[in-house]
């Protein structure tokens, strides 16, 4: 084996002990009787097999950050995705496009009962959508809720907007 060949070889064996723990004193022990070396040759094989820990130490960190980054990416489109998925869902039930069907069973036969979501379930929906949109603010205490008439603040963009969710408050 060829001298750089086995200088190469014993550094990897003394980086592959100091990733185990192995302090540097124990190292150039062992090594210094194995390899029949000087101390001072020992410390330098330590100070380049040290590099080479580093390096890999910071290539490992580079997979790490990169499959993190990766991770965090795709929770982050998930999350998107179903909050987009949500709010669809909730305009879809703002805009009556929903119905619930029901089947109600007498003596006299099975029934299916369609309807259209109550005001209350309504104001729910509005008030799920809009705190998701952060719009939405219940009132605190009592004198807030004196203020507002008992009605939560809701945050909004246009006139047509504040009509409609006045619109939406005087249902019956």
Do not use: C
Not at 31 to 54: D, P
Not at 149 to 159: A, D, F, Q, R, T
């Amino acid at each position: 084996m060829s001298n750089q060949i086995q200088t190469q070889t014993r550094i990897r064996a003394i980086a592959d002990d100091l990733e185990k723990g192995i302090l540097s004193a124990e190292i150039m022990r062992e090594y210094a009787q194995r390899w029949n070396l000087a101390e001072r040759t020992i410390e330098r094989y330590i100070a380049l097999a040290k590099g080479v820990v580093l390096t890999r130490i910071k290539n490992t960190d580079a997979v790490i950050e990169a499959v993190r980054g990766a991770v965090i990416a795709e929770e982050a489109e998930k999350q998107l995705r179903s909050t987009l998925e949500l709010e669809a869902k909730l305009i879809s039930i703002l805009e009556g496009d929903m119905q619930t069907e029901r089947i109600v069973t007498r003596h006299d036969g099975v029934t299916e009962v369609k309807s259209r979501p109550s005001r209350k379930e309504m104001m729910k929906v509005i008030e799920i959508l809009f705190k998701t949109r952060g719009l939405y603010r219940a009132p605190k205490d009592s004198n807030d809720k004196e203020k507002t008439g008992g009605l939560p603040e809701i945050k909004v963009e246009s006139e047509a907007d504040k009509k409609l969710v006045e619109q939406i408050f005087k249902l019956p």
